[in-house]
Structures are given as C-alpha cells and as structure tokens.
C-alpha cells in the first residue's frame, strides 16, 4: 500500500499548509489567541484549517479502507482528487468564502468515491 501511504503524506502535508496559513494570518492581523475573531481574511484562514480537520475525520478511514479492500492504486487515486479539491477549497476561500464550492464538492466527490470503493471491494471479497 505504498501509493496510499505517500497520499497519506501528502495530505498530512497539505493539513500542514493549512495549519501554517491560519497561524500566519492570526499573527499577521494581530489576533490573540484564543480569540477566533478578527478580519475576514483570519476568519477564512481559521475556517480553512477547522473544514480541513473536519474533513480528515471520514478522509483517512476511507483512504486505508479503500487500500486494503479495493486496491492501492484506487485509493491513492481518490486521495490525490481529494488534495486537489481541498487545494481549490483553501485558496477559492482565501480569495473569497464564495468561491469555495468548487474544490469542496470536489473534495466531498472524493471521500465519496473512497467509500464507495470500499463497499464494492467489500462485495467482492
């Protein structure tokens, strides 16, 4: 399952991005934590990186999940859909919260589809 551990890696480190990001932006406009309040751009920094944390929670099962019962290179493949989607998710809201749609159905389509793989991997077992 080597391909899904490098995505696994690459996702943690798209997490990291976002982590980075929020700090910066609450350093940047000079909001002291535990204040979850300030300008629209440190709004949307922290709402990247919590959307983010949220959506590991069903990511990382469904990535192993679909590894083990589907096959590697299917889940990396979900799991690199995923990376883009949240990619266009964090810098569509840094710009503008309106313009996060996009990469959040794509990011959304991919945990779906890792489900999904599972299942099927799961009736042909």
């Not at 490098?6 to 934590?33: D, M, P, Q």
């Not at 440190?42 to 983010?52: D, G, P």
């Not at 999940?65 to 810098?91: S, T």
């Amino acid at each position: 399952m080597q391909w899904t551990a490098w995505t696994t890696l690459a996702v943690l480190a798209v997490y990291l991005w976002v982590i980075f990001n929020a700090g910066r932006a609450r350093e940047h406009h000079k909001v002291a934590a535990p204040s979850m309040d300030g300008p629209l751009a440190f709004q949307s920094a922290q709402r990247v990186h919590a959307n983010t944390v949220e959506q590991l929670v069903m990511l990382l099962p469904a990535l192993w999940l679909c590894a083990y019962f589907l096959g590697d290179r299917w889940a990396a493949a979900g799991g690199a859909l995923w990376i883009v989607g949240r990619v266009m998710y964090a810098l569509g809201y840094y710009q503008d919260p309106s313009k996060r749609g996009a990469g959040f159905g794509i990011n959304l389509l991919a945990v779906v589809a890792l489900m999904l793989g599972t299942a099927v991997g799961l009736m042909l077992h």
